[in-house]
């Protein structure tokens, strides 16, 4: 069984910096091609889908506004994939969760579609104070 543990959020001030890790079990990096994707929803806000790194075709950027300040890595050996979020502001105050979609036999491209995505972590909370 999949599952994506989402951790790493907190209260930061504007301008400062988090790392968000989302932690895979149930299938390997280095056996699988996948595609992990960072989504956030704000209060009263749809969700917003933001980068993904994929196996395949490496990181892609879906959100203008977290470009040049986020980015996103992967560490085979922990299974483990990371939102590194700089500069941040309070309008970055949100619930961000990890997504995932793996397969062992075909490649796997990152998508900015929600509905693409078979796993979901539990979401963690990010506020950024002003």
């Known amino acids: 069984e999949v599952q994506l543990q989402a951790s790493g959020g907190g209260l930061v001030q504007a301008g400062g910096s988090l790392r968000l890790s989302c932690a895979a079990s149930?299938?390997?990096?280095?056996?699988?091609?996948?595609?992990i994707m960072w989504f956030r929803q704000a209060p009263g806000s749809n969700r917003e889908g933001l980068l993904c790194?994929?196996?395949?075709?490496?990181?892609?950027y879906y959100a203008q506004s977290v470009k040049g300040r986020f980015t996103i890595s992967s560490d085979n050996a922990k299974n483990t994939v990371y939102l590194q979020m700089n500069s941040l502001k309070p309008e970055d105050t949100a619930v961000y969760y990890c997504?995932?979609?793996?397969?062992?036999?075909?490649?796997?491209?990152?998508?900015?579609?929600?509905?693409?995505?078979?796993?979901w972590g539990q979401g963690t909370l990010v506020t950024v104070s002003s």
């Open positions: 997504a995932a979609v793996s397969s062992a036999h075909s490649y796997v491209y990152c998508s900015g579609y929600s509905d693409e995505y078979d796993y």
């Open positions: 149930g299938f390997s990096f280095d056996d699988y091609d996948y595609a």
């Open positions: 790194f994929s196996r395949s075709d490496g990181t892609t």
